[in-house]
């Protein structure tokens, strides 16, 4: 119940449904805030390539850490359209009406299912599947494991993370064929021609 003088924090529409976080649910995105006046609002992917947001209909919210809470927990949000717009995506969903409704969505943080992503092309790799992987060289000598990567323009940049001296420490390596010799994602390794003081 509101205080007395103060109105009511606008809610989600009752038909947006409370849910479960699906196990395997990778963040790819974040909504930006309402797109025009019937409902679509602004995505920004948090991939070059958006296919994840685009392989699934059914999106998984938690609401934005920071701001005003319109909702608590998670939501599954049924996908109608989405689309490629300019530098970022716009999408429209079921419950999704109109502008204030969109506005509700604003800094939501955006899951889908790993399991729904499309297939890598042969040679290419979602970025999730890279992180946690160990690195090592031809000589077998381990440079770290995967904790980020860094898009530079032309290229991938893997952020690797050891320790030295008991220290945290990390380790950039370009993901490119010419240093990149084989991903093995069964086996959580990545193999490198690539020395330690590069």
């Known amino acids: 119940m509101a205080a007395p003088g103060r ?14 976080l699906p196990a395997d649910a990778v963040e790819v995105g974040r909504i930006l805030d309402a797109w025009g006046v019937k409902g679509w609002f602004k995505v920004l992917p ?21 701001g005003p809470q319109t909702f608590a927990g998670t939501v599954l949000l049924r996908v109608r359209e989405s689309r490629e717009h300019s530098d970022s995506v716009v999408a429209r969903a079921d419950a999704v009406e109109d502008r204030n409704t969109a506005e509700l969505l604003r800094g939501a943080r955006i899951f889908v299912p790993r399991s729904s992503f499309p297939t890598a092309p042969e040679d290419e790799y979602y970025w999730v599947d890279l992180i946690g ?14 904790k980020d990567l860094m898009s530079t ?14 220290q945290p420490q990390e380790r950039l390596l370009p993901f490119v064929a010419a240093y990149v010799d084989k991903v093995d994602l069964q086996a959580r390794r990545i193999e490198v021609d690539w020395q330690a003081d590069y």
Request: hydrophobic fraction near 35%; proline fraction near 13%; glycine fraction near 8%.
């Open 153 to 166: 323009g032309p290229q991938s940049v893997l952020v690797l993370e050891y320790e030295e001296g008991g």
């Open 46 to 66: 948090h991939s070059a390539d958006p296919q994840a947001l685009f392989s699934s209909t059914r999106w998984y919210l938690q609401p934005n850490e920071r």
């Open 133 to 146: 992987l160990d690195v090592v060289n031809r000589e077998g000598v381990h440079l770290g494991r995967v």
């Open 7 to 20: 109105p009511a924090a606008p809610r989600l529409p009752p038909d947006i449904e409370p849910a479960e």
